[in-house]
């Protein structure tokens, strides 16, 4: 939240160091997509799963296919933003809006999220994520017909505003949601794990013309999921 407030607070100025140094802070710039990349980081994600999980993208961002998505469209390129979330305390902006159009962009991309530490939050507020998310499109730096919300999580809402009720209003603002249920087979603390999520996911998270969802049955299978994932939804 901090540095949600901060970039709202002093403009242009900050905004200009979260971007490659060929884009202004007084320009902006046309894209084929924003996309805002949401993920999960709840205590029910141990530090293996997390790794597996930003591992997941760093792999994503490195492979062809996703690259050549990234890079496909009539301009050549997306602007991209990375926020982690756990419950309606706790959202933050990882990486800001990046301009990816080719692979040494997209491998500075991962670098910075690479070099990112790792901090996990209570509870799961699936709904406050997708409005926190939503922000990312207030900001001037990007513009884009196709506006873009990838949620990865592995748990359903138990703190915040209802999902269903969130994504409902962001759809009327034009913005697509796309899922990521990690389906696990284990207890989540002490509860039996939620077999459904995909079911939730479905009926609760995702929205919007064309929106779709990848399911990983499990953090094993994070990585192909994404990968997958983020080639249908950039394309």
Known sequence: MQRRTLLRGVGGAALATAVPQAVRADEVVEVDLRLVIAVDVSRS???????????G?????????????????????IAIAYVEWAGTHYQRTVIDWSLIDSAPAAADFAGKL???????????????ALA???TKFDEPLFRSARKV?????????????????VRDELVKRGIVINGLPI???????????????????E????????????????????????????TREIS
């Not at 961002?61 to 996703?66: F, G, S, Y």
């Not at 919300?149 to 009720?165: F, M, Q, Y």
């Not at 009926?203 to 990968?227: L, N, Q, S, Y």
Request: avoid cysteine; glycine fraction near 10%.
């Open 45 to 55: 994600i141990d530090e293996d799963e997390a790794r597996l999980q930003r591992q």
């Open 57 to 77: 993208y760093l792999e994503a961002l490195a492979d062809r296919r996703v690259l050549d998505a990234m890079t496909g469209g009539p301009l050549r390129r």
């Open 114 to 128: 690479d070099a990112s530490p790792f901090t996990s939050q209570s509870w799961t507020a699936v709904g406050a």
């Open 132 to 134: 926190y998310a939503a």
């Open 149 to 165: 919300i990838d949620v990865s999580g592995d748990g359903k809402t138990n703190n915040g505003p209802p999902a269903e009720l």
């Open 183 to 201: 389906l696990s087979d284990r207890p989540n603390f002490g509860r039996p794990p939620e077999a459904d999520l995909d079911v939730y996911y």
């Open 203 to 230: 009926e609760k998270v995702i929205g919007g013309p064309g929106a779709f969802m990848v399911v990983a049955k499990g953090f094993e299978d994070f990585g192909r999921a994404i990968r997958n994932k983020m």
